[in-house]
């Protein structure tokens, strides 16, 4: 669980990522239709850097970034561990974010 900078409350759960804005709750979930939706629905982390971007990490999908086009739209992007590349995640599993 966290709450953002904005005051929202994000909740990672085994069935997606909820946002609850004290009045209702916007739902994120993997759509395998859509290569921008969140890639996991196992959420195991979530964290806010310091510019109040929400990075999302999922127990076998990688790690996401939150794109927040406007409140309850967004898109994520996705880093995943690739074995041909030294410089990405070394898992897919995402226990902590620091």
Request: hydrophobic residues 30%; negative net charge.
């Amino acid at each position: 669980m966290l709450q953002d900078r904005e005051g929202y409350l994000w909740f990672g759960t085994q069935d997606g990522l909820n946002r609850y804005d004290g009045h209702s709750f916007a739902v994120y979930r993997h759509d395998p239709e859509d290569p921008q939706s969140l890639r996991d629905d196992y959420i195991s982390a979530i964290y806010e850097d310091r510019s109040g971007v929400l990075w999302i990490g999922t127990y076998g999908g990688g790690l996401d970034r939150l794109d927040e086009n406007a409140p309850g739209e967004a898109t994520f992007t996705h880093y995943r561990n690739d074995p041909e590349d030294p410089a990405s995640l070394s898992n897919n599993l995402v226990v902590a974010i620091h």
